[in-house]
């Protein structure tokens, strides 16, 4: 069985959420990262990103408890085309956690000699980068040596062409202080997609699939053909129904 799948799926935590992305995209909000690099060294920023996972269905029970149960996927292809990439994932003892902490360290030093757009692409690659395992706080809940690995995540970072004014980088201090303020600043950024992009549209309850494929119908009808419009349909699940299958 093969453990990556044709798809990415991002999973959140209610209906109104997924009814959200159906009807205007994916919303762009800041996530804040503690990047362990060993020996006490780390890197801890907020960046505006959108993130996803490639786990197939028969696999997903642990990410429905940390994530949500309700979710969507789009193809690969779609993924491709707009740019976006599997996380690096760093064992924080390894040789690479030390190089990139020092790629960090030299961008922040003021004499440095780095071009300003060499600190930005140092910055881009570190908001990829992703401990293989760690500590993690979901829903209150405490998961020691959870290991990220396992979520197979993908994720798009927005450059600054498409920020504008808003920062690509703040301190995790700085940005939980004030998390409705910076992400009011990338509100309007959305990331789109098509009928013809959707490989599944998961609900946490079977009753649920109804309601959603008015919503469905709502959305995509008058982009979609009553032929496209049932494939669409026909690629509704629930939860539920995983888990009993699986």
């Keep these: 069985m093969s453990i990556s799948t044709n798809s990415i799926i991002h999973y959140t ?6 009814i959200g992305i159906l009807q205007e ?30 786990i197939p269905l028969s696999a997903s029970i642990q990410h429905f408890e940390a994530y949500g149960k309700y979710g969507i996927g789009l193809s690969k292809k ?41 600190k930005k692409e140092i910055l881009h690659i570190k908001s990829y980068a992703k401990n293989y395992s760690g500590s993690f706080t979901r829903k209150n809940k405490i998961y020691k040596n959870y290991k990220f690995y396992d979520e197979r995540e993908w994720r798009i970072v927005p450059d600054n062409n498409i920020l504008g004014a808003a920062l690509f980088s703040i301190s995790s201090k700085a940005y939980k202080s004030n998390k409705e303020k910076y992400n009011s600043r990338i509100s309007s950024i959305r990331l789109e997609f098509e009928a013809k992009d959707i490989s599944y549209i998961i609900v946490e309850r079977t009753d649920e699939i109804p309601d959603i494929i008015k919503i469905v119908r709502d959305c995509f009808g008058k982009r979609c053909t009553s032929e496209q419009l049932d494939i669409l349909f026909s690629k509704i699940c629930s939860t539920e129904q995983i888990i009993a299958d699986y």
Excluded at 13 to 18: A, E, F, I, K, R
Excluded at 78 to 104: K, M
């Design 78 to 118: 779609w993924a491709f085309e707009i740019g976006i990439n599997p996380v690096l994932y760093i064992d924080e003892n390894s040789l690479f956690a030390e190089n990139l902490y020092e790629l960090i360290k030299e961008r922040r030093n003021e004499k440095t000699n780095l071009t300003l757009k060499q």
């Design 25 to 54: 995209g994916f919303r762009i909000k800041y996530c804040s990262e503690r990047l362990n690099l060993g020996k006490s060294r780390y890197s801890s920023a907020a960046h505006p990103m959108i993130s996803f996972c490639d």
């Design 13 to 18: 935590n209610s209906l109104d959420n997924l």
